[in-house]
T-cell receptor, first 115, second 114 residues
Framework: AQSVTQLGSHVSVSEGALVLLRCNYS??????LFWYVQYPNQGLQLLLK??????LVKGINGFEAEFKKSETSFHLTKPSAHMSDAAEYFC?????????????FGSGTRLLVRP | DAGVIQSPRHEVTEMGQEVTLRCKPI?????LFWYRQTMMRGLELLIY????????DSGMPEDRFSAKMPNASFSTLKIQPSEPRDSAVYFC????????????FGSGTRLTVV
């Protein structure tokens, strides 16, 4: 079965610092990969997605992620954190061997941004 | 498009009562998903529909939970009887054919069972 693992339930950075949120996937066939963001008391918003085109994917709000098949990783980065980036971030996987394209989520990483 | 619409946004009910959560997917989307979010278990897929037909309900926790999709524009998730451990945020999401576009999520229903 496919799965994703997010390392670190909480990540704290200073405003202006690099943001790095880690995600590793488990799938015998390269799947589709997604990053979603959830602000307090809101639903999930799609940040970016990898669907077997370019391995470096740019998303909204200055975020990007790189698909690395050799490392089975899809880490999320942003060069300079802003206070408004404080939220919970979810990595998710679908497709691969699963033709239903069910979206399976990681456990989430809460990003804290210090002034 | 107004996106995926869920109602109510908040629901507080007493243990033993019936609770019905509602969802209107994006027009044209063939798939509809119900997720539950809790601190302990994260985001869990409960059930999903394709063209109004339930495909996989293996995530439904107990027989107290049931879901229906009578037409392409409406789905319900019902809990009867409700219990305090059902307290969670319930999300509905929809998508089109294939998995390329990801899912669009509603704003969720925060359920509190006292």
């Amino acid at each position: 079965a496919q799965s994703v693992t997010q390392l670190g339930s909480h990540v704290s950075v200073s405003e202006g610092a690099l943001v790095l949120l880690r995600c590793n996937y488990s799938s015998s066939v390269p799947p589709y990969l997604f990053w979603y963001v959830q602000y307090p008391n809101q639903g999930l918003q799609l940040l970016l997605k990898y669907t077997s085109a370019a391995t470096l994917v740019k998303g909204i709000n200055g975020f990007e992620a790189e698909f690395k098949k050799s490392e089975t990783s899809f880490h999320l980065t942003k060069p300079s954190a802003h206070m408004s980036d404080a939220a919970e971030y979810f990595c998710a996987v679908s497709g691969g061997m699963d033709s239903s394209y069910k979206l399976i989520f990681g456990s989430g990483t809460r990003l804290l941004v210090r002034p | 498009d107004a996106g995926v619409i869920q109602s109510p946004r908040h629901e507080v009910t007493e243990m033993g009562q019936e609770v019905t959560l509602r969802c209107k997917p994006i027009s044209g989307h063939d798939y509809l998903f119900w997720y539950r979010q809790t601190m302990m278990r994260g985001l869990e897929l409960l059930i999903y529909f394709n063209n109004n037909v339930p495909i996989d309900d293996s995530g439904m926790p107990e027989d107290r939970f049931s879901a229906k999709m009578p037409n392409a524009s409406f789905s319900t998730l019902k809990i009867q009887p409700s219990e305090p451990r059902d307290s969670a945020v319930y999300f509905c999401a929809s998508r089109g054919q294939g998995g390329v576009d990801g899912y669009t999520f509603g704003s969720g229903t925060r359920l509190t069972v006292v």
